[in-house]
Each structure stands twice: as structure tokens, then as C-alpha cells.
T-cell receptor, first 117, second 110 residues
Framework: GAVVSQHPSWVICKSGTSVKIECRSL??????MFWYRQFPKQSLMLMAT?????????EQGVEKDKFLINHASLTLSTLTVTSAHPEDSSFYIC?????????????FGPGTRLTVT | AQSVSQHNHHVILSEAASLELGCNYS??????LFWYVQYPGQHLQLLLK??????LVKGIKGFEAEFIKSKFSFNLRKPSVQWSDTAEYFC????????FGAGTILRVKS
């Protein structure tokens, strides 16, 4: 139980284009979803927290106009990287929680590798 | 601000060797502590967690961790590793939010 999927698993895009990454909770309803970014040999860094039907809360230093997050349903959140640049290349991981604000009940997706050329 | 430090980025062990992965954190308040594991090509999975009570926590697959509050540490241990334990291990701490360490890649030689 508590399976989270991400699509696509990897994507290559050209600089200046936008890319959408989907995060789905397959067998539970996720009131809260989290988006993380992982650089090589570094830890996962929380980018933003989104509650279903509300605007996402971004961490300090994360550009909300660049990383658009939508959590329109209890099973789907999307992260759109707008006007991507090579420095946006990274591994993006989402997690989902069954209880609003329950930081410790996070179930992680497999991640999406984004490469911007 | 919260931070988590894992002592080694790469560890190589032979099967049946004992394992200890270090984790230290900094945070002034009450914390919840976690170890996650990511096997090659798979999701992050929870190995064990500490919220309160007995500071020696037992998790899945024979892993355990000990919370030493005075040392701000939560080291992961396993008495005898197997080849299948080859994975990346992340220590994580919740104070204000979930913060991960940089990870330790464990390779077990058969």
C-alpha cells in the first residue's frame, strides 16, 4: 500500500522550454504532497509543500514563478519547470502524505531525472 | 536552522561484516528521526523511525538505530550485512520540516 508514482521517470528538454512532472498517489488520497530536488552527492532539498486545493508553500530560495506546483486533486500534484535552463537539471522527487501537515507519514515517488540541454 | 550530517559518503563492506553509519543533526527543539533506504532503481523506503520512548529503535531487515540526545546522534547499525543491503542510506530529521542528510552509499561485496 501507499504507492506513489511519478511521470516521466526521465526527461530531456531544450533550454527555454517548460516541462511538467506528475506525481500520483495510486492507492490512497494525499492531502499533502511535497516536492524535493536532489543534486548529485547531496541530500534531498525540500522545494515546496502543497495541500490539495490550496496554493503551494515554497521554501526560501525557491522561485515560485519558475517551479509551478498544482495540487488539484487528492491523488495528483504536478510540478512545472518553466523556461528551463541547464542549471535546473536535477533529480526531482515527490512524496505524499495522507494527513494534512503530517510530515512524518511521507511516501516517496521514484523520482524524475530532468536534463536541460 | 536544521541540518543533518552523515559521516561517510561511501562505505564498502564484505558480507557478514558489521555496519554502523553515523548521523548527527543540529536543531534546538524536539525532533523525530528517520533512516530511509533507496535500493538501486527503487523508491525511498522507510527503514526505521524514532519519535519517543526507547532510544534503541529496531527497524526492518535487521537494522537498528540508537538515539543519543546528548550527542545529537542517530547512528544506524546492523550486526551482519548481506549483499542485498547494497543501497543508499539517508538519515532524516523532522524539526520544523523533514531535512535529509547527504546519504551514504553502501556497497556490500559478496
Amino acid at each position: 500500500g501507499a504507492v506513489v508514482s511519478q511521470h516521466p521517470s526521465w526527461v530531456i528538454c531544450k533550454s527555454g522550454t517548460s516541462v511538467k512532472i506528475e506525481c500520483r498517489s495510486l492507492d490512497f488520497q494525499a492531502t499533502t504532497m511535497f516536492w524535493y530536488r536532489q543534486f548529485p552527492k547531496q541530500s534531498l532539498m525540500l522545494m515546496a509543500t502543497s495541500n490539495e486545493g490550496s496554493k503551494a508553500t515554497y521554501e526560501q530560495g525557491v522561485e515560485k514563478d519558475k517551479f509551478l506546483i498544482n495540487h488539484a486533486s487528492l491523488t495528483l500534484s504536478t510540478l512545472t519547470v518553466t523556461s528551463a535552463h541547464p542549471e535546473d537539471s536535477s533529480f526531482y522527487i515527490c512524496s505524499a502524505s495522507t494527513l494534512s501537515g503530517a510530515l512524518y507519514e511521507q511516501h516517496f515517488g521514484p523520482g524524475t531525472r530532468l536534463t536541460v540541454t | 536552522a536544521q541540518s543533518v550530517s552523515q559521516h561517510n559518503h561511501h562505505v564498502i563492506l564484505s558480507e557478514a561484516a558489521s555496519l554502523e553509519l553515523g548521523c548527527n543533526y543540529s536543531y534546538g527543539g524536539t525532533v523525530n528521526l528517520f533512516w530511509y533506504v533507496q535500493y538501486p532503481g527503487q523508491h525511498l523506503q522507510l527503514l526505521l523511525k524514532y519519535f519517543s520512548g526507547d532510544p534503541l529503535v529496531k527497524g526492518i531487515k535487521g537494522f537498528e538505530a540508537e538515539f543519543i540526545k546528548s550527542k545529537f546522534s542517530f547512528n544506524l547499525r546492523k550486526p551482519s550485512v548481506q549483499w542485498s543491503d547494497t543501497a543508499e542510506y539517508f538519515c532524516a530529521v523532522i524539526g520544523e520540516k523533514l531535512v535529509f542528510g547527504a546519504g551514504t552509499i553502501l556497497r556490500v561485496k559478496s
